[in-house]
């Protein structure tokens, strides 16, 4: 990813704490999941055309995976979130604010790597994603995606146990 000169970037999402969950869960690496989320942030440019040239390099430096890697440009969501979950949102601060959007509390921990250090976003702490535990995260998420989450989640670690909305 420093190859890709973004000023801030996490890996994030299931890629972080489904991993961790396989491995409480005694359950082999990428176990479940579906992508790997990265999540950039570049106000400078929100243009369509700025975020897919990030995309098409990143394709590029992950051709070798077999793996689905999405990356995202999170100064842009505020644009097209409405059309696809039929609420507004103000405009992200940084990827790491977008992080600490997501439906649950147990799903906010992305990992980047500063120089030669990994560095944790994990504002809710890493207690709850330890133990395998959901809470719902009311900041922007409706309470159906919250549940709709948890339910996918539990089909593949029936030992997820969460908190109602």
Known sequence: MPSLGLAEWWLTAGAVFQNVWNAVDSRPPGYGIKDYDIFYFDDCDL???AEDAVIRRAADLFDDLDARVEIRNEARVHLWYEAKFGTQI????SAADAIDSFASTTCCVGITRDRDALRVH???GLEDVLALHM???RRI???HVYETKVAEYRSRWPSLTHDPW
């Open 47 to 49: 243009s369509w055309e």
């Open 90 to 93: 103000a405009p992200y601060r």
């Open 122 to 124: 994990a504002p809710f």
């Open 135 to 137: 809470r719902p995260n």
């Open 141 to 143: 998420a409706p309470q």
